[in-house]
């Protein structure tokens, strides 16, 4: 998913990972916490459905528990 969203950029978003384990928190839809990283520091996201709908195209298959996880990450992150 990562190289067909992302290309060639898929190696630095994964960066030092050798396993799903390694990417950080899973969002739900294999959504990684480095994944999150990569798009607000290099696409500027700023909410989870930035990320879900415009960004990742992730929204329809994520549980609303998810996306509140994930827009709790992103607002701790930013403080």
Do not use: C, H, P
Not at 3 to 25: H, N, P, Q, W
Not at 38 to 45: I, K, R, T, V
Not at 64 to 69: F, G, L, P, T
């Amino acid at each position: 998913r990562l190289v067909r969203a992302y290309g060639t950029f898929a190696f630095e978003i994964a960066k030092g990972a050798s396993s799903l384990a390694d990417m950080g928190e899973n969002f739900g839809s294999d959504l990684t916490q480095v994944e999150v990283d990569y798009l607000m520091n290099s696409e500027w996201a700023l909410t989870a459905e930035d990320v879900l709908w415009r960004r990742s195209k992730l929204g329809l298959r994520v549980s609303n528990d998810d996306v509140q996880r994930l827009q709790g990450y992103m607002n701790a992150r930013r403080n």
